[in-house]
């Protein structure tokens, strides 16, 4: 599979771009940026070129991994989709309903394969814990607790500069994190209630269809002494909690693209594709609902 990098920025250099070059199961054939020098730039870094006609590279390659900002992400991924290009997506797919539902109705009218790179879906430890809990079931109530300090003074995070991370916080970065895990296990959500905390901390609450609940509290701004992530679960075979991330997001990405890779072959949409990437954007929609509105929010 020949694919394409679309972003420059350091989520790309860090991470997509290494393992592109790496995956033995793909030929990385360029890179397009919206500044075209830094296209060039990493490119050249790993020996591909750098494209400054989007509509070329979608023409040469089969699929693109996508490592843009959630309000450029949309637009670009259903051009690609339209190009006939399989698609590594970035979370959140998008800022809005619209614009995710957008991205999942391009992939299912196109018939190509998509997956969303949450990267702890595809961590190590946590595929097998996480299809383990959702076999069991039973489960009565979750707690969710995503806290970063990339906005936290003394933070050295290289994301401090991403002008969405700083406009939309913790709710639409870490939450898709914690949604993506949550949901194959206690079910879809029926409704979500947000409260405010300090800065841009935000806790929700969700009732799942199912009929358990659980509880999600989101930062990007808590003391970097107290950062941190975690997963509890509890029901009637007890409590379990999600395997610590012992491995960084490039295995987890070499996972990502062997599921591409599968879906692709397969003809057959991954669950962690276009679809499951829009009704995240819906429960991330309904919670800023429910903190303007105050209240709970049907989803």
Same mark, same amino acid.
């Given at each position: 599979?020949?694919?394409?990098?679309? #972003?420059?920025?350091?989520?790309?250099?860090?991470?997509?771009?290494?393992?592109?070059?790496?995956? =033995?199961?793909?030929?990385? /054939?360029?890179?397009?940026?919206?500044?075209?020098?830094?296209?060039?730039?990493?490119?050249?870094?790993?020996?591909?070129?750098?494209?400054?006609?989007?509509?070329?590279?979608?023409?040469?390659?089969?699929?693109?991994?996508?490592?843009?900002?959630?309000?450029?992400?949309?637009?670009?991924?259903?051009?690609? !989709?339209?190009?006939?290009?399989?698609?590594?997506?970035?979370?959140?797919?998008?800022?809005?309903?619209?614009?995710?539902?957008?991205?999942?109705? !391009?992939?299912?009218?196109?018939?190509? /394969?998509?997956?969303?790179?949450?990267?702890?879906?595809?961590?190590?430890?946590?595929?097998?814990?996480?299809?383990?809990?959702?076999?069991?079931? #039973?489960?009565?109530?979750?707690?969710?607790?995503?806290?970063?300090?990339?906005?936290?003074?003394?933070?050295?995070?290289?994301? /401090?500069?991403?002008?969405?991370?700083?406009?939309?916080?913790?709710?639409?970065?870490? &939450?898709?994190?914690?949604?993506?895990?949550?949901?194959?296990? @206690?079910?879809?959500?029926?409704?979500?209630?947000?409260? /405010?905390?300090? @800065?841009?901390?935000?806790?929700?609450?969700?009732?799942?269809?199912?009929?358990?609940?659980?509880?999600?509290?989101?930062? @990007?701004?808590? =003391?970097?002494?107290?950062?941190?992530?975690?997963?509890?679960?509890?029901?009637?075979?007890?409590?379990?909690?999600? =395997?610590?991330?012992?491995?960084?997001?490039?295995?987890?990405?070499?996972?990502?693209?062997?599921?591409?890779?599968?879906?692709?072959?397969?003809?057959?949409?991954?669950?962690?594709?276009?679809?499951? &990437?829009?009704?995240?954007?819906?429960?991330? %929609?309904?919670?800023?609902?429910?903190? %303007?509105?105050?209240?709970?929010?049907?989803?």
């Amino acid at each position: 599979m020949r694919i394409g990098l679309l #972003g420059t920025g350091p989520w790309a250099e860090r991470v997509h771009a290494p393992v592109l070059a790496e995956h =033995p199961g793909l030929e990385f /054939a360029g890179v397009w940026g919206r500044r075209p020098e830094a296209a060039e730039a990493l490119g050249a870094a790993h020996g591909v070129p750098g494209y400054a006609d989007l509509d070329r590279l979608l023409a040469e390659v089969d699929a693109v991994s996508v490592a843009l900002p959630p309000s450029v992400q949309p637009g670009l991924a259903v051009r690609a !989709a339209e190009a006939g290009c399989h698609l590594l997506l970035d979370k959140p797919v998008a800022l809005t309903v619209p614009d995710a539902r957008a991205v999942a109705e !391009a992939v299912r009218a196109r018939k190509v /394969a998509s997956v969303v790179f949450f990267t702890v879906r595809f961590g190590g430890p946590q595929i097998p814990w996480i299809e383990e809990q959702a076999e069991l079931g #039973g489960w009565f109530t979750g707690r969710s607790d995503w806290l970063g300090s990339v906005f936290a003074p003394g933070s050295a995070s290289p994301y /401090a500069a991403s002008p969405w991370r700083e406009e939309k916080g913790a709710l639409w970065d870490v &939450g898709p994190h914690a949604l993506s895990v949550l949901l194959p296990v @206690l079910g879809d959500v029926a409704q979500v209630t947000a409260v /405010a905390g300090p @800065l841009d901390t935000v806790h929700l609450v969700l009732r799942h269809t199912g009929g358990a609940s659980s509880t999600l509290a989101l930062s @990007l701004t808590a =003391p970097v002494a107290a950062g941190g992530t975690g997963m509890e679960l509890r029901g009637e075979h007890g409590v379990a909690h999600l =395997p610590a991330r012992g491995e960084g997001p490039l295995a987890a990405m070499h996972r990502a693209l062997d599921a591409l890779l599968a879906a692709a072959a397969s003809g057959e949409q991954h669950p962690c594709g276009a679809d499951f &990437g829009l009704r995240v954007v819906e429960v991330l %929609a309904g919670a800023e609902r429910s903190l %303007a509105t105050g209240g709970p929010v049907e989803v």
